[in-house]
């Protein structure tokens, strides 16, 4: 019979049930020391569980009852080994809670990479602070593994949204990201790269990292 454990004691069970249980329990504590502790070790259980399929359920259904369970239940999410939790973090990159969609944004960056999730992940680089810095984790990483289509994916979404926007800050992000796809990505991203450092009507910050991203793919050729 699984128990459900308390804040304090060690997380052996691997049940599904227990493990929300005691993300519940711990996230009603108020000591967030105890939090960050506990929730690792409890991530390590989730991994651990034979039942993935409800464990993903169960983990999912947390993110739901509140901003800090939903972001343990994230960092749990991110250790399940099958490829609904892939599902369920590309899921909560449209979650109404900001902080767990920035949440979910990092932990896929250690996640098989899937193409329906870039789409958001670009929506999220343009935004500035914490939500580029997460996105552009992910999209390069993914972009690192080589897989064609993940990389193919990335220039057209970042080359679309980057012929949309409007604003210097937003322009020079996406070009950051699209300097690192390396020199074989595609012919129509040299192409845009190259446009954009040479027109004079751009601003300064696109120009330059259009300029340093050409840099990276010269670079990449020659190695």
Known sequence: MSIAMSPTS?????????IADELR????????????????????????????????????????EGPVVGLM?????????????DEALVDLLLHPDRNLR?????????????????????????LGGIDTMHAHRTLRAWARAGADPIVHSIARHGIG????????????????LLGTLGADA??????????????????????????AALGERRDARTD
């Not at 601003?203 to 990292?209: D, M, S």
Request: proline residues 4%.
């Open 73 to 85: 239940a994230i960092e749990a999410l991110g250790r399940v080994p099958h490829g609904l939790a």
């Open 10 to 18: 060690a997380a052996t069970s691997a049940d599904p049930t227990a």
């Open 25 to 64: 329990s711990l996230a009603r504590c108020g000591d967030y020391q105890l939090m960050l502790r506990r929730s690792e070790q409890i991530a390590r259980a989730a991994a651990e569980t034979s039942d993935r399929v409800t464990s993903v359920t169960e983990l999912m259904q947390l993110t739901d």
């Open 186 to 211: 595609t012919d129509e991203l040299s192409h845009v790269l190259s446009h954009v450092a040479a027109d004079d009507r751009e601003h300064a910050a696109a120009r330059t990292a259009a300029i």
């Open 102 to 126: 920035r949440h979910a944004s990092w932990r896929l960056g250690d996640r098989r990479p899937t193409v329906r999730a870039i789409p958001a992940l670009v929506d999220r680089l343009v």
């Open 161 to 176: 949204r980057l012929r949309d926007a409007t604003q210097p800050d937003e322009r020079a992000r996406l070009i950051d």
